[in-house]
Nanobody
């Protein structure tokens, strides 16, 4: 196991939730750790990514301003803080590793995907 996402659960609309991506391997500073989600019946979509060095973050327009990605150096995790959650945020959330650190939204650049964690937002 290289990455593992956790922190999912059942919340109500308007609530906040923080997901964590634990890392278990040595990661280069230029590596991107990305967050994606897949809702029932939909394709997996990019949410955001962070360089391991912490120098750059990238977000999908759909979540910009509501979701924040950060690195917790003490816990060796990359966290996804989600605010003002909506029922349409219901999905399985994944973190993944992009070793080349390019094309941050392209799933093809991510070579390892952690096991997802389910987030359910009730109305």
């Amino acid at each position: 196991v290289q990455l593992q996402a956790s922190g999912g659960g059942l919340v109500q609309a308007g609530d906040s939730l923080k997901l964590s991506c634990a890392t278990y391997v040595t990661i280069l500073r230029s590596t991107l750790i990305g967050w994606f989600r897949q809702a029932p019946g939909k394709e997996r979509e990019f949410l955001g990514a962070l360089t391991w060095s912490g120098s750059s973050t990238y977000y999908a327009d759909s979540v910009k301003g509501r979701f924040t990605i950060s690195r917790d150096r003490a816990r060796n995790t990359v966290d996804l803080q989600m605010n003002s959650l909506k029922p349409e945020d219901t999905a399985v959330y994944y973190c993944a590793k992009n070793p080349r650190g390019i094309r941050y939204s392209s799933q093809d650049e991510y070579d390892y995907w952690g096991q997802g964690t389910l987030v359910t937002v009730s109305s």
